[in-house]
Structures are given as structure tokens and as C-alpha cells.
DNA sequence: TGTACATCAGTGAACGCGCGTTCACTGATGTAC
DNA sequence: TGTACATCAGTGAACGCGCGTTCACTGATGTAC
């Protein structure tokens, strides 16, 4: 540990960086700061990372692996009733979770002028993210029809903008104009009207 | 125009941040690049709008007011056919195409960590902005039950999120699975489904 | 099992840069009388 | 209509700051033989 290599230098950096993203939030996240928290000289980053957004990205990446498993944990959790119109209900209600459990690394994935999405492994994390807002059937996945591509953006859309409006407190505004009301149970009340929005065919 | 004073620097200042973000980005926007923009003296701004969180949240509040703009000129075009939910979807309309018009702009709207929102004048412009998206009901927009307030954060958060997942490009990356899948049909497609968000009463 | 050497990982001083802010100033405008 | 003076709007030099980056370096690790 007090050696002079430090053995697990990257994830200690990633770690370090979200630290700061949730203390001081995304403005303050910079190589400097994340060296610093990490305790290891300024320059030591680069010999991972290469520059500021290759650190941003790798923490993008990791942030879009455990968006998954938020959404994967939750449908695992109700898997009782396991119904496909569940499952995706169940995967919105974790990506919805994931934003509010770590707000500024959510914002940091949807800052796209920070990152570099030439790096396969975010792009692959990313992709692996939004597609459970896809039917499971295998074969959609792999090659949908307009229909059902519009589905998943018709869903993604909903979910995402939910997201972002509640971790900015926008609802908390909104919601204030009726007093008494529950944002817990609005929440659910709002995801629930998720299944609405699928095209004709669906219903 | 060459004197000493400038005559309307508030205003130019508006202007040439708005030039600046969406010809560098949002983060090139900076107080000395905004009077540079200008093409006066770097300490100038301050006498106007305090520091750099000032700047920004005059630009955001102008960028509401012209989002409510967009929205009211949508309804308008389509006065003929003037239902309420064909009103709410002309609004929407006019969202979106802001978003897409001002990219940079709007994501500044949004980006609570860099604007003051004790301003009242910004405060007033995104409420006014928003509340768009309430039925036109004045005793409702007045005094709305839970109901209501439900259907608006739910169209809210779809337009919301289509607008931000498509100025980021998001769309683009999943619209290709679909080959010859016409991006501004989809849009319409998906603006369409808004109304389908709303509650069980109302349908 | 040793030894030589290349490579890798981290250090710390130094650099230039653009930033926001402070300061003393100056030119223009408005107002009291 | 003049004049004096306060206030407002903009200038430009200077400052300290944190940033990313470069550089020569050193300690640790791995590998060829």
C-alpha cells in the first residue's frame, strides 16, 4: 500500500472522481482534483488515462455498466410476475433510481461535449444501458422494425426526461403547487404511465 | 455606435454569449469571452450583470422566454383545428423545435449548477415557459389537482427527454438500426404518442 | 538461482494559459440650481 | 440657458489561481538468458 506503485491506481482514480462528483459536484471534476483525492501526484493520471476526458470517459463507462445492474437488480427483485410489459417497468424504475443515487455521474453520462465516444468500451456500456428498454425478444434486439424501435424511444424518452427534471428539482417546483403531494408517490403514479406509450399494435 | 459608451451592452452581451455557445459550446462560454464577443473591455460585463452566473442566467431566462415563443407560435399556425390536446401538442411541437433550433441554449436552461434561480425574472420565464404544458384551464393552471399536475409532469418529461436525447444525438445512434428509418417522420411519430401520457379520466 | 536490462508507474519542479477580480482611471451622461 | 458636480459606463494594467502539459528523474517490476 505504501509502496511506491500503487498496484490499482486506475479504479482508485475512478473512485476518487466520483467522490468528487457527488461532493463538489461536475464543475470541480478535473485531472488535478482527482489525483489529488487519490493521493498520488498530478501527473500520475496519465499514465492510464491519457487526458481529462479519457478519465471522464472511463467513469462514463463504468456509470453505464451499473446503470444496468440498477435496472437488472430491480427486475430481478419482482421477478415473480415477470410479464414483459413488467420487466420494462421494472428496468425504468432503475434507471430512474441510478439518476437519483448518483445525480452528478448520471449528468456526467449525458454531457456528451465531455467525453469521447470513439472509446468502444463506452459506447458498448452505453448501448448495453438504453437497450433494456427493449422487448428481451432476442431477435427484436438484434434487428427491429420501425415499431418497435419507436417503442424503446418512445420509453427511453419518458424515462430519461423523468429522470433529469427530478434530479434538477424541477418536480419539486411543479409539485409544490399542490400541496400535500407525495413525490414518492408521484413517481411511481408517473412510471407506471410508462406502458402507454406503445404504438398501436401493442395493446 | 463608436463612442465612449456603448449605449446597449446588456443586450450585445446577450448576443455574443449566445454566438459564442453555439458556435464553441457551452464550455467556451466564459465572461471575458462574451465581452471579447462584444468587442469591449473584459471587465465591462460586471457593471451589468455581476459575474459570470449573472451573464448566464439573464441568457437562460431570455432563452425561456423564447421558448414559450416557439411553443405559442406552433399553436398558433395550427389555430384551425384548436383542441385542447391539439394545443398541448402544438406546444410540445414548439419545445422540441427549440431544442433543436438552440441546442446550446437550451442545454444552458438546464444546466442548474451555473444559473442563479433566485432571480425572480429567470424563475418567472422557465414557470411561464412549462407551465405551457398544463391544460389552458385558467382555474387549473391556478389551482390544479393532482390529476393535472400528473398529466403535465408526464408530457413534460417525454418532450423533455426527446428533446435532450435528441440534441445530444442519441437518436441518430439508435435510429441506424433501422436502416432508411426518416428521422423527422419518427420525431412526429413520437411527439404524437404525448398525448396518450395523459390520465385515465381525461381520456 | 542470479544477474542485466528494459519497461512500467509514479514524482516533483516548471511552464504557459485563460480565467475572474481588483484597482485607479477616464469619458459621457444626467441633474440640481 | 449655464454651470457644477455626482453618477454611470467603460478602460487597461495587474494580480493570483488552478488548470493541463512537459520534462528529467527515480523506484519497482518483469523478463531474457
Chains 1, 2 share one sequence.
Not at 408521484?186 to 395493446?203: H, K, P, Q, S, Y
Request: charged content about 20%; overall charge negative; aromatic content about 6%.
Amino acid at each position: 500500500m505504501a509502496s511506491y506503485h500503487h498496484g490499482s491506481l486506475p479504479a482508485a482514480l475512478l473512485a476518487a472522481a466520483e467522490t468528487i462528483l457527488q461532493r463538489d459536484g461536475i464543475g470541480a471534476l478535473t485531472l488535478r482534483a482527482a489525483a489529488r483525492e487519490a493521493g498520488v501526484s498530478h501527473t500520475a493520471p496519465a499514465h492510464h488515462f491519457g487526458d481529462l476526458t479519457g478519465l471522464l470517459s472511463a467513469l462514463a463507462a463504468s456509470g453505464f455498466a451499473r446503470l444496468s445492474d440498477f435496472a437488472r437488480a430491480e427486475a430481478d427483485a419482482k421477478k415473480s410476475n415477470g410479464g414483459e410489459k413488467n420487466q420494462l417497468l421494472a428496468h425504468a424504475r432503475g434507471y430512474v433510481a441510478f439518476a437519483r443515487a448518483h445525480p452528478g455521474l448520471f449528468q456526467l453520462m449525458f454531457r456528451s461535449e465531455r467525453l469521447d465516444w470513439s472509446l468502444p468500451a463506452l459506447e458498448r456500456a452505453a448501448r448495453d444501458a438504453y437497450t433494456l428498454l427493449m422487448p428481451a425478444t432476442e431477435a427484436l434486439q438484434a434487428k427491429p422494425d420501425a415499431e418497435t424501435l419507436a417503442d424503446m424511444l418512445a420509453r427511453w424518452s419518458y424515462v430519461h426526461g423523468l429522470a433529469m427534471l427530478l434530479i434538477d428539482g424541477r418536480f419539486s417546483v411543479s409539485a409544490s403547487m399542490v400541496p400535500g403531494a407525495d413525490e414518492e408517490a408521484l413517481i411511481a403514479e408517473l412510471l407506471g404511465r410508462m406502458v402507454w406509450l406503445d404504438g398501436e399494435t401493442d395493446n
